[in-house]
């Protein structure tokens, strides 16, 4: 099983849609995780840690499922300039104990009008 | 204000030639990181630096010489690169290593002829 999974997409929706993304981790120990957004030859953005609790910052809201080991992203009222790849983090344990965080290969989303 | 600058934002160089990479921030973050990012592929950790001291070599070629002078300041020296070494270069800084969000300066594109 791969460190982080994600569905690569992309997913086309509408301006306006509610969109979801998921993604699954192997290590049950992570304690760390995190959705970025990356456009087109540009840098990573961090978008929100993901609590326990689960998370909400306007129109975007994180969640985190221990037992089942994955996390999602809800975008709500899709704005064109969302539009980009949304890359899943999760930090991991190595064998030699140190710790690094992992990215998922991402998931692309394209907001059409 | 949560700024990573990198210098240059493009690189050319020859595979005999040696060059070097810099990356600063004024977070007062403790940990700094390089990244390698292929085109339509996730970020791939290179090196971690803790407290301006190496803590991870994720097996780079030692083409690649990381070097962390201050707090504020790393740096990749480049020498006797293979075109295959062409990619973004991020750098990324957290408050400290792992568990903490990072922060993405804007990469250098680097292209090996």
């Known amino acids: 099983r791969k460190e982080v999974e994600q569905d690569p997409g992309p997913f086309n929706v509408p301006e306006g849609a509610t969109v979801a993304f998921n993604c699954t981790y192997s290590?049950?120990?992570?304690?760390?995780f995190f959705w970025y957004r990356q456009d087109c030859r540009k840098e990573p953005k961090l978008l929100m840690s993901?609590?326990?609790s689960g998370n909400e910052d306007g129109r975007f809201t994180a969640q985190l499922n221990r037992a089942s080991q994955y996390i999602s992203l809800l975008i709500r009222d899709s704005k064109l300039s969302d539009s980009a790849t949304y890359l899943c983090v999760v930090n991991t344990i190595t064998q030699g104990g140190s710790e690094k965080l992992v990215f998922g290969k991402g998931t692309k989303l394209a907001v059409n009008p | 204000d949560t700024e990573v600058t990198q210098t240059p934002k493009h690189l050319v160089m020859g595979m005999t030639n040696k060059k070097s990479l810099k990356c600063e921030q004024h977070m007062g973050h403790r940990a700094m990181y390089w990244y390698k990012q292929k085109a339509k592929k996730p970020p791939e950790l290179m090196f971690v630096?803790?407290?301006?001291?190496?803590?991870i070599n994720e097996s780079v070629p030692s083409r690649f010489s990381p070097e962390c002078p201050n707090s504020s300041l790393l740096n990749l020296h480049l020498h006797a690169l293979q075109p295959e070494d062409s990619a973004l270069y991020l750098c990324?800084?957290?408050?400290?290593?792992?568990?903490?969000?990072?922060?993405f300066g804007p990469g250098t594109r680097l292209t090996v002829t």
């Open positions: 630096y803790s407290y301006e001291k190496l803590s």
């Open positions: 993901v609590y326990s």
């Open positions: 290590n049950s120990a992570s304690q760390s």
């Open positions: 990324a800084s957290s408050q400290e290593w792992t568990r903490y969000e990072q922060y």
